[in-house]
């Protein structure tokens, strides 16, 4: 019988498919190894394939189009709805099938190699800086065991650098402590290095993106965050509106409504996470700057009077990702509110 649907759950070696004809009816259900994936699709003749947005899913995506298959990608929060008791491969797949098949889904657009490739300086850059906020918090640790401690920020974290370089030439401190010090001072040094290494990368990018530098002339948006969004939103006519945008990122209020009685919670946090720190981390600047500026930010100074700091960078970000969308969707650049005024 004719395949026309299948649902395809992914895993690291052994793959689920469940295959249904025109009319619903189930025709295939088997498990494939890694290395018989691409033999088992190329005989098939061309069907829509429906696969969660995990780890290996653009990937995946790519070869299958090549052999002329409809790949789709949907969020596997979405999927989960379709899953009948108990879960396992055979069940996920059924559901991926089922919800590929809905008008009202809702799917993912499959990333080019340069794309993830993009996103894959800023992963490895966030990982490196992680790091290194983990190798500094252990050497002041250890100092502080000593008695020795300095101020935070770049200057305190120098002034703990000069003193494990006289620990050593001195021998002040017991063999074993300074061969931890020197290889925390070591790694240190290395995670910098590598992570200017991927930010002048960055930068590389940013420089050959006309959208990119467009994006940046939003006030709080630098090069990393301009990047960030250039990689990560493939489709801006994905989105109807720069709501959807925000929405989708998780800037948006939490709602658990019913019987016509609306009831909002926190932001929902929906969407990517790395996005949403780099635009709430950038809105918290913007705000710090127009309290030094009240006069250049009166936006910004009427939500700080009824609401913390924090929740007005929360709606700063929000706003910042929605004129991220219209930059996006609609070309131009951020033009201020007063010069938009005066136009």
């Known amino acids: 019988m004719q395949v026309t649907t299948i649902?395809?759950?992914?895993?690291?070696?052994?793959?689920?498919v469940h295959g249904v004809d025109a009319e619903g009816n189930v025709v295939i259900t088997r498990q494939l190894r890694r290395g018989q994936m691409l033999e088992f699709f190329r005989k098939l003749p061309s069907c829509?394939?429906?696969m969660e947005a995990c780890a290996t899913a653009h990937y995946w995506a790519r070869e299958l189009m090549k052999l002329g298959h409809t790949v789709k990608l949907m969020p596997p929060s979405y999927v989960k709805a379709y899953v009948r008791r108990q879960k396992n491969d055979a069940a996920d797949a059924a559901a991926i099938c089922e919800a590929v098949s809905r008008p009202s889904m809702r799917f993912v657009p499959v990333k080019t190699v340069e794309q993830q490739a993009a996103l894959m300086l800023h992963r490895s850059r966030d990982l490196f800086v992680r790091q290194r906020t983990q190798a500094i918090n252990a050497l002041r640790a250890h100092l502080a065991e000593l008695g020795l401690v300095a101020a935070t920020g770049v200057d305190g974290l120098k002034s703990l650098l000069v003193i494990v370089r006289e620990a050593s030439e001195k021998r002040q401190l017991p063999e074993p402590m300074l061969q931890s010090l020197q290889a925390l001072v070591s790694q240190l040094a290395a995670l910098q290095e590598q992570i200017g290494t991927l930010e002048r990368n960055i930068h590389a990018q940013h420089r050959a993106s006309d959208v990119s530098r467009r994006l940046e002339t939003i006030p709080g948006i630098g090069v990393i965050g301009a990047t960030a969004l250039t990689a990560t939103i493939v489709d801006?006519?994905?989105f109807k509106s720069g709501r959807e945008l925000a929405a989708w990122i998780g800037l948006v209020p939490r709602q658990h409504s019913t019987g016509g009685k609306q009831k909002l919670g926190g932001i929902s946090k929906q969407g990517d996470r790395y996005l949403r720190r780099l635009l709430v981390v950038g809105a918290t600047a913007v705000i710090q700057h127009a309290r030094r500026h009240p006069e250049k930010h009166?936006?910004?100074m009427t939500l700080l009077a009824k609401m913390p700091a924090k929740k007005a960078?929360?709606?700063?970000?929000?706003?910042?990702?929605r004129i991220a969308w219209a930059i996006l969707a609609k070309g131009g650049t951020y033009r201020a509110p007063a010069l938009v005024a005066a136009t």
């Open 236 to 238: 801006p006519s994905a």
């Open 7 to 16: 649902g395809l759950d992914l895993a690291k070696n052994v793959f689920q």
């Open 298 to 300: 009166p936006w910004i």
């Open 48 to 50: 829509l394939i429906g």
């Open 313 to 321: 960078a929360v709606a700063l970000a929000n706003k910042m990702a």
